[in-house]
Structure formats: structure tokens, C-alpha cells
């Protein structure tokens, strides 16, 4: 069964940093393109970022310059270093990956709050 753990939310100052963890088991993050993706409320989920099986990443606009995606396949978790955080970056996270039948897996989120 495969699940997926996020952790590393919470309360940051404008400006401030975090690196979120999305702990795999049952699937391997070194062989699978991994996803975040983010909910603000009252918006539909959106990608953030990815990291292909070749460990090809790609970002969104608003956060390319900003974020930075990467997996530790000695721990199958897959990380998203969050630096120069904006309100606008207030969400829930999710981690997201499929497997190679097209099943699709989702984290339970983690949620990141950006405010003085």
C-alpha cells in the first residue's frame, strides 16, 4: 500500500524558510516522477513543483526562483526547500505521485502559513 507523509508546515515570517519532507513507502520516489502541489483556500490545488525519475525538476513560475525540489533515495522522501516565503505562498501542500499503472496517490498535506 502506498502512502504518502508530509511534514515540515507551519507559522513563518514573510521572508522566512522551510523545507517540507513527503515520506514514501510502498512506491519508490527514485523511480517515479514526485510532485507538490499546493491549496490556498477558496483556490483550486496547483502544481508547484516536480522531479522526474532522471531527477529532472521543474517549478512553477511563481516559486522557480524561490523553491527547490529534491529526494533523498536513501530515505525514499521527497523534499521542497521554501526560501523568500510571501504570504502568497500561505497553503496546504501536498505531496503526489502515480504509479506506473496510473494510479494516483496523495499526501494528507501539510499546511504553511506565511504571517508577521
Known amino acids: 500500500q502506498v502512502q504518502l507523509v508530509e511534514s515540515g508546515g507551519g507559522l513563518v515570517q514573510p521572508g522566512g524558510s522551510l523545507r517540507l519532507s513527503c515520506a514514501a513507502s510502498?512506491?519508490?520516489?527514485?523511480?517515479?516522477?514526485m510532485f507538490w502541489y499546493r491549496q490556498s483556500p477558496g483556490k483550486q490545488r496547483e502544481w508547484v513543483a516536480q522531479i522526474t525519475d532522471v531527477d529532472t525538476p521543474a517549478l512553477a513560475d511563481s516559486v522557480k526562483d524561490r523553491f527547490s525540489i529534491s529526494r533523498d533515495n536513501t530515505k525514499n522522501t521527497l523534499y521542497l526547500q521554501m526560501n523568500n516565503l510571501t504570504p502568497e505562498d500561505t497553503a496546504v501542500y501536498y505531496c503526489y505521485a502515480t504509479s506506473r499503472f496510473g494510479t494516483e496517490y496523495w499526501g494528507q498535506g501539510t499546511q504553511v502559513t506565511v504571517s508577521s
Open positions: 510502498g512506491i519508490i520516489v527514485s523511480s517515479r516522477p
